[in-house]
């Protein structure tokens, strides 16, 4: 394969197959991959303009019967310090978003046995009557897979009600690795790779806006990185036109503290600055469909994610004024609403607060 063909190909808006993503992966030079990682940035996100918001995350509980192997959050129903959030608590943490400038909620938390649809219908229609201008980024496709299972409907009927409830979009969250061999190792009791893309397949075809993540630096390959970014790209080429599917992808390392697959196994987080860095602009020239790729700051720290900006990243993400399962094992960067501004001045950009669908405010 020839690097500069592969630049041509992917500078002209083509696809990249798995055999060519891979090999840029391998073998391009850092700066020649940020540099075409960038050009695509300008012909998806002209400008100096970088997204960041205000947003707050509320665990909904963290028992949780997957207990996958990278997690340090989940507890069993039993545990002293297992829970369930309370109405006044909600109150509290959404009053204290707002008081913040934020109006988005991302809720998240374990799959409780115990909580089925109707809980997170009431929950959703109760926030939303309290505070109707409360936007809720929530669950995720693996959340989806149990309640429909739980109360056997489809993922469609699932999604519709709790759209109907309050629902404005759906997480990427519970991606990890799209690969049936990784998730049998690292979360076995959580839904495959199928499920994980018919949930969002779906979410798309109701016009929910959705994000996709990956979670890497732990037993994948870099081929099954790649595979993973070619099956959000094909999924996102199926989505109606117009309709919103991906807005964004945002890909973060492994936090390996205290977790069972280091703890037990051994495997420590092969994040390096560089190989995110990289990732941000194979992530870019992989995904020639999806708009926005945003840099996970709150576990990459500083300076890799100014770094980021330059290899094709448009958005750092949230100030995320609560932040329990990925803090819990170690990804523990925070910064204020103002610090997070002038990291993006520092590198050269210029800070546009943005809502969960990525549009900018005015
Ligand atoms: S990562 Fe999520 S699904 Fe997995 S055990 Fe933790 S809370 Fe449960």
């Known amino acids: 394969m020839i690097l500069s063909q592969l630049y041509d190909k992917a500078l002209n808006l083509e696809s990249l197959n798995t055999d060519q993503g891979e090999f840029l992966y391998d073998h391009a030079p850092l700066e020649e991959l940020m540099f075409v990682a960038n050009e695509l940035r300008q012909k998806h996100v002209p400008g100096k303009n970088v997204g960041w918001m205000i947003d707050r995350n509320v665990n909904i509980t963290n028992i949780c019967f997957s207990q996958c192997r990278f997690c340090n959050f989940c507890r069993k129903k039993s545990d002293k310090d297992a829970?369930?959030?309370?109405?006044?608590?909600?109150?509290?943490?959404?009053?204290?978003?707002?008081?913040?400038?934020?109006?988005?909620?991302?809720?998240?938390?374990?799959?409780?046995?115990?909580?089925?649809?109707?809980?997170y219908i009431d929950l959703f229609k109760k926030l939303k009557e309290l505070y109707p201008a409360l936007k809720l980024h929530a669950l995720g496709p693996p959340e989806i897979v149990f309640l429909a299972e739980k109360e056997k409907m489809s993922f469609r009927d699932v999604l519709t009600k709790l759209i109907d409830a309050g629902l404005d979009s759906l997480p990427g969250a519970g991606a990890e690795i799209l690969s049936d061999r990784v998730r049998l190792i690292v979360s076995p009791a959580k839904a495959s790779s199928?499920?994980?893309?018919?949930?969002?397949?779906?979410?798309?075809?109701?016009?929910l806006p959705t994000s996709a993540t990956m979670m890497y630096g732990h037993i994948e390959t870099r081929r099954e990185r790649i595979e993973h970014l070619v099956s959000i790209r094909?999924?996102?080429?199926?989505?109606?036109?117009?309709?919103?599917?991906?807005?964004?992808?945002?890909?973060?390392?492994?936090?390996?503290?205290?977790?069972?697959?280091?703890?037990?196994?051994?495997?420590?987080?092969?994040?390096?600055?560089?190989?995110?860095?990289?990732?941000?602009?194979?992530?870019?020239?992989?995904?020639?469909?999806?708009?926005?790729?945003?840099?996970?700051?709150?576990?990459?720290?500083?300076?890799?994610?100014?770094?980021?900006?330059h290899a094709g990243a448009n958005d750092l993400g949230s100030i995320m004024i609560e932040e329990n399962v990925v803090s819990a094992a170690g990804g523990g960067n925070r910064f204020s609403a103002e610090e997070l501004q002038s990291i993006i001045k520092e590198a050269g950009f210029v800070p546009v607060r943005r809502n969960q669908k990525y549009e900018i405010y005015n």
């Open 194 to 207: 199928a499920e994980w893309l018919d949930v969002m397949r779906t979410a798309h075809f109701l016009n």
């Open 83 to 119: 829970y369930v959030t309370t109405q006044e608590e909600y109150k509290a943490k959404i009053d204290e978003l707002f008081a913040l400038g934020g109006d988005q909620l991302l809720l998240q938390g374990g799959m409780n046995p115990d909580l089925g649809l109707d809980f």
């Open 234 to 309: 094909d999924l996102q080429d199926m989505k109606p036109e117009g309709y919103y599917g991906f807005v964004a992808f945002i890909p973060w390392p492994f936090q390996d503290e205290g977790t069972y697959l280091r703890e037990r196994h051994g495997i420590r987080s092969s994040f390096s600055s560089t190989d995110y860095i990289r990732l941000i602009a194979v992530s870019r020239i992989m995904l020639n469909n999806i708009k926005n790729i945003q840099a996970s700051i709150l576990t990459v720290g500083k300076d890799t994610g100014m770094l980021s900006l």
